[in-house]
């Protein structure tokens, strides 16, 4: 113990290993240059990413030693707790950098302005991706963390669910993220899921996306009509208020993320029918959807009071939105 006490890089050496293990800082920014943290400073970064900011006097009376065991046990635990490892956020980064370096070599070669900059934004997601999944590793507050999940679900839900290493984990970000659902949806729901390309219906089930909107549900089944047409289809299913992990408003999304319906017995899903409406349906959700595109191009201060409050009410109910002022 003494030992300990007098050895100031015995101490860092521990204090590394769990500020690593947490994806912290170890400096800071200065007037002029970065300046690394002190061995107290690292202290206090690690107690805050276990327990939160509001750690008042967390030495209590401790020394070096007993305090910097506790915070091993508090690293680990957390580590138990997650289930997760930095393997993923690390291979997001190196990810990263290989496309930054792809993205220079282009440049270098004189390869066109858009792979150049394809390439950048390839290279920006990598490393937007590792941040967010460190972010959750380390059990981030969960308004902020609702925030980067809902974000990273809407925009890109395939990494996010290859990035967790399946959706078992993705299940536990959102039972973690506890995305408050309105009354209105009741104690079950009738939603819809349309998937195309799958090679038997049942498989759609196994999906998380779920629509209360038919019309959008077609609108995933029926592919452009320069697609193929690759074994369309369209559940439907009663699902739950409790199976229920974030539900999204508005006529254009009313999407709702569910505990995949295929893995619990009680809930029964089935055909979608009518089948020949679903190329209807889709063409209603297409008319929609240009309608709000019109609506957003058009400029509030050009139109009158009547027509200034039509274009508001109506984008609120396409997309769900609160949007005062215009």
Known sequence: MSSYLKDYHAQRRHLSRLTRALGLPFSRQGHTRKVPLSNNELRVEIHDACLGPDWGACADGRNAVTFDQMLGRMVDTLEMRNGFNLSAAQALIKAGKWAMAGARAAHARGKPHGYVMSRLQAAREYFTEARRYQMYRVKAPRVAFRYLLRDFWIRQHGTLIE??????????????????????LGDTVKAYRGTRGISAWESAATGMSWSLNRDIACYHSVPDMDEDWREPVVLEAEIPRDQILMYEPGTLLNEIVVVPVATNPSIKYRLSLPVEDWLES??????????????MQLDPRDLSPAH?????????????LSLSGG
């Open 163 to 184: 990035v967790a290493g399946g959706l078992s984990a993705v299940i536990s970000m959102f039972r973690y993220a506890a995305f408050p659902l309105p009354a209105s």
């Open 308 to 320: 200034r409050e039509h274009r508001r009410t109506t984008l609120e109910r396409l997309l769900g």
């Open 282 to 295: 889709r063409k209603r959700f297409l008319a929609a959807r240009s309608e709000s595109r019109l609506l």
